[in-house]
């Protein structure tokens, strides 16, 4: 019912820095994945919101879900840049959510999250 893919927002050489829990890009990676067009379909997305399937990219830098209009991005790492660190690293624009939420700041943490005791997870 619920899809999640997981992975960096972009490869070849990405270099990443966490500093007073902000994500920061010190390498751009070269090889851009969020595509306008792939060369082989191993996932198709319309099949999906037919199914009613939930569908959601999630990054380093940002989360996006799957809508029926397409990718939008629900979510941004503090720290990140929509601009220069989002937008400009696709090859597409995506919708941005109305109330775009900042990534939960304990993800770029270095102490323990305490999940147990967080309600939001439950």
């Known amino acids: ?8 927002f972009t490869s070849g050489g990405l270099r990443i820095a966490i500093r007073d829990a902000r994500l920061r890009i010190e390498h751009e990676g070269r090889v851009r994945k969020f595509v306008a067009h792939v060369g082989h379909l191993t996932f198709n997305g ?6 009613g399937q939930q569908v959601s990219y999630i990054t380093e830098r940002g989360v996006f879900r799957l809508s029926a209009s397409g990718v939008e991005l629900t979510e941004i790492a503090p720290g990140i840049d929509l601009r220069r660190d989002i ?10 959510a109305p109330g775009l939420k900042t990534m939960d700041g304990r993800i770029f943490r270095a102490e323990p999250m305490n999940l147990a005791s967080d309600t939001r997870w439950v």
């Open 87 to 96: 937008l400009e690293q696709m090859a597409f624009t995506p919708a941005i």
């Open 1 to 8: 019912k619920k899809l999640y893919f997981l992975g960096t």
């Open 46 to 51: 319309a099949y999906a919101n037919r199914r």
